[in-house]
């Protein structure tokens, strides 16, 4: 592994089902996010984590948990998904809270 | 509220020099982000301003001005590879990344 990777790829769900989007990065960064992007619309933060065990509320967390069990991992979780959930998610991490950000490839995420 | 503005679209020639604004009003200022990423491919860090004046590398500069509110990404010499859309970033009193919806440039020949 080499930087930060996600899966799936992409994704095609029905409403109300649960789906887990996965993150993993090696490089050891303790702070770790989660935004959507949306044609349009700048990115949007999701849930962060400035380091393992903690985590907290970005500008649209509703309808999303994360957790953050170690360094490494990030899942992120849409516990009934709704249509208007239907976007692009990235993952991204950065050594501490206050350097540039590390995008993973992204999930391609579609509700019907 | 928090804002980011920065055009949606602009075109340049090849060879040419381009630059992309970017005007922002957040709640506190720690600091701004060029990102450039690729249609269908994930953003990639350009370069970030924290104090004024201008922060050059290579073919990229960027420039920030705080009491205007104002930053701009200055790219020379451009290739066709540099079509992407430019995403302005600024990190609030949070800490957290406020983005722009993105400029789309697009390089003709």
């Known amino acids: 592994i080499a930087g930060i990777t996600q899966a799936p790829t992409s994704q095609i769900l029905a409403a109300g089902r649960r789906m887990t989007l996965r993150c993993t990065q090696d490089?050891?960064?303790?702070?770790m996010y989660w935004y959507r992007q949306d044609l349009g619309l700048g990115l949007r933060l999701i849930h962060y984590?400035?380091?393992?065990?903690?985590?907290g509320k970005g500008e649209v967390p509703d309808g999303y948990s994360v957790s953050r069990a170690n360094t490494d991992d990030f899942p992120l979780t849409l516990a009934s998904a709704v249509p208007s959930q239907t976007s692009v998610y990235f993952c991204?991490?950065?050594?501490?809270?206050?350097?540039?950000?590390?995008f993973g490839p992204g999930t391609r995420l579609t509700v019907l | 509220g928090q804002n980011i503005d920065q055009p949606t679209e602009m075109t340049a020639t090849e060879g040419a020099i381009v630059q992309i604004n970017c005007t922002y009003q957040?709640?506190?200022?720690?600091?701004l982000f060029w990102y450039q990423q690729h249609a269908g491919e994930a953003p990639t860090f350009l370069s970030y301003?924290?104090l004024d004046g201008l922060e050059e590398k290579g073919r990229f500069s960027s420039f920030l001005s705080r009491s205007k509110g104002y930053s701009y990404l200055l790219l020379k010499e451009l290739q066709m590879k540099d079509s992407a859309s430019y995403l302005c970033?600024?990190?609030?009193?949070?800490?957290?990344?406020?983005w722009g919806a993105g400029t789309k440039l697009i390089i003709k020949p």
């Open positions: 991204a991490s950065s050594e501490s809270g206050y350097n540039e950000q590390f």
């Open positions: 490089m050891r960064h303790n702070a």
């Open positions: 984590s400035n380091t393992a065990g903690t985590t």
């Open positions: 957040t709640s506190g200022f720690n600091g």
């Open positions: 301003n924290v």
């Open positions: 970033a600024v990190m609030d009193s949070n800490y957290q990344l406020i």
